[in-house]
């Protein structure tokens, strides 16, 4: 193999990985919940420089939203809603603003219900459904007429075509000359 079939296959290699990746990014949903349990713990992550090395460190930002049982509670019922399956899915425009409000609801009724346990103060319950529908209502938006799977065809076919161009480099589709 010469330099410039090296180059091609590297790039062919790249673009298969960078296909991959993007769409292992997309399906990830951890960051969003990351972000809602640090805003209901009052914690943030700052990165810090320690021996030439960036480490992310927790830090206390305020005061909890609710108790260890509230968090994991609303979690919980968040991550239900929240993850690679569910973007999977195909919404209308009704099934959308449907499903938003009796998930608004369900969640009002839960944290209300169970302020107490929870440990959730009055003027925090607002703030709570609030932030916690901020995330649901635009990560449930990418069901909205197929558009989410629709678009996985350009990346899984950048995918496709970076592995076949690969194996037609290493030979695999030449007709053997016995």
Known sequence: ????????????????????????????????????????????????????????????????????????????????????????????????????YNKRMELAQDIVTNREPYEIKGENMNLIIDFTMSLIEPFVSRLLDNEERKSYETTLRTIESSKLETAKNFGLFNKSKD
């Open 1 to 100: 193999m010469d330099a410039s079939e090296n180059r091609e296959q590297e790039l062919a290699d790249y673009r298969g990985y960078a296909a991959a990746t993007a769409l292992q990014y997309r399906l990830s949903t951890q960051p969003i919940l990351d972000q809602l349990e640090l805003f209901l713990k009052g914690e943030r992550i700052i990165l810090k420089e320690e021996k030439g090395r960036v480490k992310k460190e927790k830090i206390k930002l305020g005061e909890k939203k609710a108790s260890d049982e509230g968090v994991q509670s609303i979690m919980a019922y968040v991550t239900a809603i929240i993850n690679s399956a569910v973007v999977q899915g195909n919404f209308d425009s009704e099934q959308y603003e449907r499903f938003i």
